[in-house]
Every structure is written in structure tokens, then in C-alpha cells.
């Protein structure tokens, strides 16, 4: 018998109700401990830890979705990064493509002025430079001014800019 059923004597003159708790609740000692309850509370227990497990389950969900959202904007967020990385690369090699290309039209062509130059490269996006020359047939100034992806409404604007030493018959070219 557990130490609150030995406290709480029940006297024979009380309700029958008291003593059939009381033969539940002696039922429930055991010798490692005592699981004393009543009657009445052993339901709302069950049911309370069916809600606490609801609850807790609940929780989680919203936890792991949390996380969840987090790693999605966080790969999208790199996904962008890596994309403004191509095209930065992209830009760049189209701007030192221009520059070589209006080296070589000045050393064909002393009367060269400049030009818009859209080169064709399979599974790239729509490229394009403008080459200008603006100089003295002594030397002078090749500007180029790159856009990547050219028919975007937002494109990656790259300028470079290298002067031209002419020698005689043969320029000599430095960034």
C-alpha cells in the first residue's frame, strides 16, 4: 500500500463510490513505486498526453519547415550568385574578345573608326561590344563598351579601355 492510501484511511461509513476508488487506486501500488491516481484522473491523463504529443509534433513541423524555407532561400540565393557570376565572366572575356578584335581592324585599317560588334556564340546569351576609336594616326584610344545579356532589360555593362601606341606601320597596344 502506498504511503498516501495508508494517510487517507477511507472509513467504512463513507460512499461506495470511495470504496471502489480506493480498491482502483490500492490496485495501482506496486512494490517498485506508486502509479496512485484516480479513477477519473487516469482518462484526462491520457488524453493530456495525446494533446502534449499533438502539440509537440505540431512544433516540429513548423520547426523543419522553418528550416526548411531557410535552406531553399539559401540555395536560390547562391543559384543567383553563381548565374551574376557567368554572366560577370561572360562580360569580361567579350570585353578582351573586343579589344583584341579592334586591335587587329586598327593594324588592318589605319582609317578604322570603330563598330558595333554582336558576335554569335552557341548557348550563350545575346552578346554585344561596341568598339571605339578615337585617336590620331599616331596613337590613340581603343574603348570598349560590353553588355551581357545584350536584349536584357538589366544587363551586365562592362567598359575597358587600352591606349595605342602607332609605330610606322605596326601598333603597339597597352592596357
Not at 22 to 39: D, F, K, M, P, W
Not at 42 to 67: D, E, K, N, P
Not at 161 to 166: C, E, K, R
Amino acid at each position: 500500500m502506498c504511503r498516501r492510501c495508508s494517510r487517507n484511511r477511507l472509513v467504512p461509513a463513507q460512499h461506495s463510490r470511495d470504496s471502489l476508488m480506493h480498491s482502483v487506486i490500492s490496485s495501482l501500488c506496486h512494490s517498485t513505486g506508486c502509479t496512485h491516481r484516480r479513477v477519473r484522473s487516469l482518462a484526462q491523463h491520457r488524453g493530456c498526453r495525446r494533446g502534449i504529443a499533438l502539440l509537440s509534433t505540431m512544433v516540429c513541423v513548423v520547426i523543419l519547415s522553418a528550416v526548411a524555407a531557410s535552406l531553399i532561400r539559401s540555395v536560390l540565393a547562391q543559384t543567383r550568385e553563381a548565374d551574376r557570376q557567368a554572366v560577370q565572366l561572360q562580360a569580361d572575356a567579350l570585353a578582351q574578345s573586343a579589344l583584341d578584335r579592334g586591335f587587329q581592324q586598327l593594324t588592318a585599317n589605319p582609317a578604322y573608326t570603330g563598330e558595333v560588334w554582336t558576335p554569335v556564340v552557341p548557348g550563350a546569351p545575346s552578346l554585344k561590344a561596341e568598339i571605339i576609336w578615337s585617336g590620331t594616326p599616331t596613337g590613340g584610344q581603343l574603348r570598349v563598351i560590353c553588355e551581357v545579356p545584350a536584349d536584357s532589360t538589366l544587363p551586365v555593362r562592362l567598359e575597358r579601355t587600352a591606349t595605342i601606341t602607332l609605330k610606322s606601320s605596326t601598333p603597339d597596344k597597352t592596357e
